[in-house]
């Protein structure tokens, strides 16, 4: 089963709202990403935790906080966002590599968010 | 730093028929992975078919196949077939052999004409 869940599917907050994203995978994957999509783009990456550890931050602004709480779960808090962070948020998780397999990123359907 | 290049923003091909979807790569490793994800309009990024480096034979996953040419760097996809359910965005990847990070090229808007 190759599957990472994400929810809320679609998300719309006002610039002063708290918010949570979430994602969880059970294939026992040990890395989980936050990937930022825009229409028509590539996905960039934000956030990469490696064994439930923050290990790649691409200098993503405060207002995004990571969350790994376990092995299976991610979550992405939202606080103060700009209307120009409407996009797609992709969640996605994969081994680390050097494990048979292990070399393949797998998405869920993603959240999209929408900043008023 | 690793780049991927995908010099065709859209591409069409009539149902039934054969496309190739063109992709190059930047990098001094010489062991890496790349791959080929669709992204239909339902959103979800979907892998399509992977390729070590290391592994001199092309990969083929059904109607889909690649020509992995290392030396030139090129990883191109051929759709055999098309159908109208190919009809995504498609997205090409490089992982290097050791840390987490993949790169993604700009993608390829594919149009299956009926």
């Known amino acids: 089963d190759t599957e990472v869940t994400q929810t809320p599917k679609h998300l719309v907050m006002g610039m002063t709202n708290k918010k949570s994203l979430k994602c969880e995978q059970h294939?026992?994957?040990?890395?989980m990403y936050w990937y930022k999509q825009k229409a028509k783009k590539p996905p960039e990456l934000m956030f990469v935790?490696?064994?439930?550890?923050?290990?790649i931050n691409e200098s993503v602004p405060s207002r995004f906080s990571p969350e790994c709480p376990n092995s299976s779960l991610l979550n992405l808090h939202l606080h103060a966002l700009q209307p120009e962070d409407s996009a797609l948020y992709l969640c996605?998780?994969?081994?680390?590599?050097?494990?048979?397999?292990?070399?393949?990123?797998?998405f869920g359907e993603g959240s999209w968010l929408t900043v008023v | 730093a690793q780049t991927v290049t995908q010099s065709q923003p859209e591409m069409s091909v009539q149902e039934a028929e054969t496309v190739t979807l063109s992709c190059t790569y930047d990098?001094?490793?010489?062991?890496?992975?790349l791959f080929w994800y669709k992204q239909p309009p339902s959103r979800q990024m979907i892998l399509v078919i992977r390729?070590?480096?290391?592994?001199?034979q092309n990969a083929t996953e059904n109607r889909f196949s690649v020509n992995f040419q290392k030396a030139a760097k090129s990883f191109s996809l051929k759709i055999s077939d098309s159908q109208l359910g190919d009809a995504a965005m498609y997205f090409c990847?490089?992982?290097?052999?050791?840390?987490?990070?993949?790169?993604f090229g700009t993608g390829t808007s594919l149009t299956v004409i009926p």
């Open positions: 990098t001094s490793e010489s062991d890496y992975y």
């Open positions: 990847a490089y992982r290097r052999n050791t840390g987490n990070q993949f790169y």
């Open positions: 935790y490696s064994y439930e550890k923050l290990s």
């Open positions: 996605a998780s994969s081994q680390q590599v050097r494990i048979y397999s292990g070399n393949t990123i797998y």
């Open positions: 294939m026992g994957h040990r890395a």
């Open positions: 390729q070590e480096a290391y592994k001199q």
